[in-house]
T-cell receptor, first 110, second 117 residues
Framework: AQRVTQPEKLLSVFKGAPVELKCNYS??????LFWYVQYSRQRLQLLLR??SRESIKGFTADLNKGETSFHLKKPFAQEEDSAMYYC????????????FGAGTRLFVKA | GAGVSQTPSNKVTEKGKYVELRCDPI?????LYWYRQSLGQGPEFLIY????????DSGLPNDRFFAVRPEGSVSTLKIQRTERGDSAVYLC???????????????FGAGTRLSVL
């Protein structure tokens, strides 16, 4: 069965510190992986996807198939990064069912 | 408006009643998803439409839940005989079809908060 695990419910760091939000997945096929973000009083929105190999707002994420991980990283956290972050996995065989993790709330302290 | 629109934004109903939740996707988006999000949890997949057909409805929890998308645009999630456990935020997302090689970027609505008393 497909599963996405985000082990930390809350992550608190100081401004300027590095941040890593962990995501592990379980899927027997070849997954499509995403990070979605929800800022306060805003809708859930895409942050980045592994297929694009891009950096958005200074965030990067590398798919590690050996460790089945897709951790989100940023070298220097900013206060405006405070938000709820969800890791998501989409299957790509037949339908495109998407499984979300439980989310990690990132709090960046001044 | 260019975004995904969900109505109503809030719905309060009594146990046993029937409710309908509506989703207007972004124009031209062929894929549409419904999710349910309970407090402290991530969105839980319910159903995925590609055009008018439900390509994957494996997330619908039981036969009280049903969704339609008759013309390949607007979708309605229908819940019969509501139970208190159905209380949650119901999210809709739409996506342009990018083929199997593309990662489906989903654009989310603001959600409908359903409260079953």
């Amino acid at each position: 069965a497909q599963r996405v695990t985000q082990p930390e419910k809350l992550l608190s760091v100081f401004k300027g510190a590095p941040v890593e939000l962990k995501c592990n997945y379980s899927y027997s096929g070849s997954p499509e992986l995403f990070w979605y973000v929800q800022y306060s009083r805003q809708r859930l929105q895409l942050l980045l996807r592994h297929i694009s190999r891009e950096s958005i707002k200074g965030f990067t994420a590398d798919l590690n198939k050996g460790e089945t991980s897709f951790h989100l990283k940023k070298p220097f956290a900013q206060e405006e990064d405070s938000a709820m972050y969800y890791c998501a996995l989409s299957t790509n065989t037949g339908g495109f069912k998407t499984i979300f993790g439980a989310g990690t709330r990132l709090f960046v302290k001044a | 408006g260019a975004g995904v629109s969900q109505t109503p934004s809030n719905k309060v109903t009594e146990k046993g009643k029937y409710v309908e939740l509506r989703c207007d996707p972004i124009s031209g988006h062929t894929a549409l998803y419904w999710y349910r999000q309970s407090l402290g949890q991530g969105p839980e997949f319910l159903i995925y439409f590609q055009g008018t057909g439900a390509a994957d409805d494996s997330g619908l929890p039981n036969d009280r839940f049903f969704a339609v998308r008759p013309e390949g645009s607007v979708s309605t999630l229908k819940i019969q005989r509501t139970e208190r456990g159905d209380s949650a935020v119901y999210l809709c997302a739409s996506s342009p079809y990018e083929g199997l090689a593309g990662g489906h970027i989903q654009y989310f609505g603001a959600g409908t908060r359903l409260s079953v008393l």
